[in-house]
């Protein structure tokens, strides 16, 4: 009897064994959205490279202003020709894969009033994009998983305000919280909101931002990366750009990435992997280090 009983349990310890040596395999995120070449987000997520897509954007919100999305050659949202992309959002979160709205982006016009400007956004995102009711659904019926924070101007007020009133809907349905700050640590814009506790998945921009992104070698980049993996939040990703052209600077080969940086970061607590911007420029860099993320 002893000896039937060793192979249950020597296929537990390896079951174990392999539970906790993969333990810190990342995922990739990526934004689409801001290229009408890039290819369809179906075709996006069919890559199998991409475990988080973020929509951008989100331009204009906020402020008693009408809120806006620009998707620029992909469909017209203010024509409601975007309604079309349920189908694809289904597809991707078919294969497991999250879809976020992003907010924001570096060209649009946003800020947020008060509190209850704040609370007045929320209500909107939840019935527009995610699990509530709206006649006007921009990208039609289908429930995305969650909000994105990529702002970078505006205002620095009211973020955290936001954030807890998309998290207060996570009762009715789970709502993910992501953010994309810039690497100075801490961030001028999301500092408020971030340190609510209540984001999911953080990923910094390591790139256009010369004091704490790669340049030449890591060093700068890894004391910043250290810093960050103190905020309160579920995981924290190193925001890339997928081509040299995809920034003005913090381009980091996907050899020197594989080699150099990504076996320096991996062993922190929250690491989750690495953000791409964007899916228009990533012409074969997820591929070249999917397997090292």
Not at 264 to 277: E, H, R, T
Request: net charge negative; with cysteine; charged share 15%.
């Amino acid at each position: 009897m002893a000896r039937k009983l060793q192979t249950p349990l020597a296929l537990f310890s390896l079951l174990m064994v392999a539970l906790f040596t993969g333990s810190k395999a990342g995922v990739i995120s990526v934004y689409w959205g801001q290229n009408g070449n890039e290819g369809s987000l179906a075709d996006t997520c069919a890559t199998g490279n991409y475990g988080i897509v973020n929509i951008a954007f989100l331009v204009t919100f906020g402020n008693g202003q009408n809120p806006q999305m620009n998707l620029a050659g992909h469909c017209d949202p203010s024509t409601n020709g975007c309604t079309g992309l349920s189908n694809d959002i289904r597809a991707c979160q078919n294969q497991g894969i999250k879809v976020m709205l992003s907010l924001g982006g570096g060209a649009g016009s946003y800020s947020l009033s008060s509190a209850e400007d704040a609370r007045s956004v929320a209500n909107y995102l939840w019935n527009n994009f995610l699990g509530g009711q709206s006649n006007s659904r921009p990208l039609g019926d289908a429930v995305l998983d969650g909000i994105d924070f990529d702002i970078e101007g505006g205002t620095t007020q009211h973020w955290d305000e936001l954030a807890r009133a998309l998290s207060a809907f996570s009762q009715q349905k789970k709502v993910y919280l992501t953010a994309a700050p810039q690497c100075p640590f801490p961030d001028a814009w999301l500092k408020g909101a971030l340190d609510t506790g209540l984001f999911d998945y953080v990923w910094v921009q390591f790139y256009n931002n010369p004091p704490c992104q790669y340049s030449g070698n890591a060093d700068n980049l890894k004391s910043y990366w250290n810093q960050w993996n103190t905020i309160q939040a579920g995981q924290i990703f190193l925001g890339l750009p997928a081509s040299p052209e995809a920034a003005g600077s913090g381009y980091i080969s996907p050899d020197v990435l594989n080699s150099d940086v990504l076996p320096a970061i991996k062993s922190s607590s929250k690491y989750g992997g690495v953000m791409l911007w964007s899916r228009n420029y990533d012409k074969g860099y997820s591929a070249a280090i999917k397997n090292n993320v």
